[in-house]
């Protein structure tokens, strides 16, 4: 690893997925903020679920759901405008509403894709949500996951790195959004107590580039190395008592089998949260 952090982190184009109901309410206004407070161009998308046979059964209800999406989109992307941010909206029919999402997301090379979580569970999979976790795992974007009730962070912004590439993704991109919200940074490093020396040097050393990289900016950040075996509870314990209001992780990417794969500490992380979660990918 070298001593800088690797810059693949940007905020310029948002993708906004929303399916109108109660779950999307939270993510609908966070990624308003996030576009405004970025400067992004934000796509408000959403996708009406239909196949050739419902079509030719119901045809009058397919374009019934049609006006009605659109009609919650286009007041999305005024309102959006009014605010001065820039907007658009799309409108997709498919069967599998995240590949529409990702679709949308790689045809007009987004940066961050903003979802909302719709359940819980003591399953960490189903706390994430299927939808919400294909997209994470298709997406070639980061994807920032919403829970209802919550909001952009108006306190503090928390980063977890390993030291890995995609540690330092997720670290340089927390930067990046720390800087554009004017908050404080914490950045953590968890390690098993029977950890390698290697090991922790590798994480002290992630720890390191971190700071830099803040102090650059001009940052504000804390850091702390803390050992344990589950790394997803300390990184959601240590946000609360920081009183961090968004953590960043980072993420294993796309797989082969369009399954996903993004590692059981960022599902977790996302699915125990009671704040937003960013899932950086790192750079394909």
Same mark, same amino acid.
């Given at each position: 690893?070298?001593?800088?952090?690797? $810059?693949?982190?940007?905020?310029?184009?948002?993708?906004?997925?929303?399916?109108?109901?109660?779950?999307?309410?939270?993510?609908?206004?966070?990624?308003?903020?996030?576009?405004?407070?970025?400067?992004? +161009?934000? *796509?408000?998308? +959403?996708?009406? *679920?239909? @196949? #050739?046979?419902?079509?030719?059964?119901?045809?009058? +209800?397919?374009? /019934?759901?049609?006006?009605?999406?659109?009609?919650?989109?286009?007041?999305?992307?005024?309102?959006?405008?009014? /605010?001065?941010?820039?907007?658009?909206?799309?409108? !997709?029919?498919?069967?599998?509403?995240?590949?529409?999402?990702?679709?949308?997301? @790689?045809?007009?090379? %987004?940066?961050?894709?903003?979802?909302?979580?719709?359940?819980?569970?003591?399953?960490?999979?189903?706390?994430?949500?299927?939808?919400?976790? &294909?997209?994470?795992?298709?997406?070639?974007?980061?994807?920032?996951?919403?829970?209802?009730?919550? !909001?952009? $962070?108006?306190?503090?912004? *928390?980063? %977890?790195?390993?030291?890995?590439?995609?540690?330092?993704?997720?670290?340089?991109?927390?930067?990046?959004?720390?800087?554009?919200?004017?908050? $404080?940074?914490?950045?953590?490093?968890?390690?098993? #107590?029977?950890?390698? #020396?290697?090991?922790?040097?590798?994480?002290?050393?992630?720890?390191?580039?971190?700071? &830099?990289?803040?102090?650059?900016?001009?940052?504000?950040?804390? %850091?702390?190395?803390? /050992?344990?075996? +589950?790394?997803?509870?300390?990184?959601? /314990?240590?946000?609360?008592?920081? @009183?961090?209001?968004?953590?960043?992780?980072?993420?294993?990417?796309?797989?082969?089998?369009?399954?996903?794969?993004?590692?059981?500490?960022?599902?977790?992380?996302?699915?125990?949260?009671?704040?937003?979660?960013?899932?950086?990918?790192?750079?394909?």
């Amino acid at each position: 690893m070298t001593e800088q952090l690797s $810059p693949v982190g940007r905020f310029q184009t948002i993708v906004l997925a929303t399916d109108g109901s109660e779950y999307s309410a939270a993510a609908e206004a966070a990624a308003l903020e996030m576009a405004r407070r970025c400067s992004a +161009r934000l *796509l408000v998308t +959403r996708v009406v *679920l239909t @196949n #050739p046979e419902y079509e030719a059964l119901v045809p009058d +209800r397919v374009q /019934e759901a049609e006006d009605e999406a659109q009609k919650h989109i286009d007041t999305l992307a005024e309102k959006a405008r009014s /605010e001065g941010v820039q907007a658009e909206t799309i409108l !997709r029919q498919g069967t599998d509403p995240y590949h529409e999402v990702v679709r949308v997301a @790689n045809e007009k090379h %987004a940066d961050v894709i903003v979802i909302g979580r719709r359940t819980r569970s003591d399953l960490a999979r189903l706390m994430v949500g299927d939808s919400t976790a &294909k997209v994470i795992g298709l997406a070639s974007c980061s994807v920032l996951v919403v829970p209802r009730g919550t !909001r952009m $962070p108006q306190h503090g912004i *928390l980063v %977890a790195t390993d030291g890995s590439r995609l540690g330092d993704a997720a670290a340089y991109s927390a930067v990046r959004l720390v800087g554009k919200c004017d908050l $404080p940074l914490t950045v953590i490093s968890v390690v098993a #107590p029977d950890s390698s #020396p290697e090991t922790r040097s590798e994480s002290e050393a992630a720890i390191e580039r971190v700071k &830099k990289a803040a102090t650059k900016e001009q940052i504000e950040i804390d %850091a702390m190395l803390e /050992e344990g075996r +589950r790394p997803d509870e300390i990184v959601v /314990e240590t946000a609360q008592r920081r @009183n961090a209001d968004m953590i960043v992780v980072g993420s294993h990417g796309r797989t082969g089998l369009g399954r996903l794969l993004m590692g059981s500490v960022s599902e977790r992380v996302i699915g125990k949260a009671s704040c937003p979660v960013l899932v950086v990918k790192a750079s394909m």
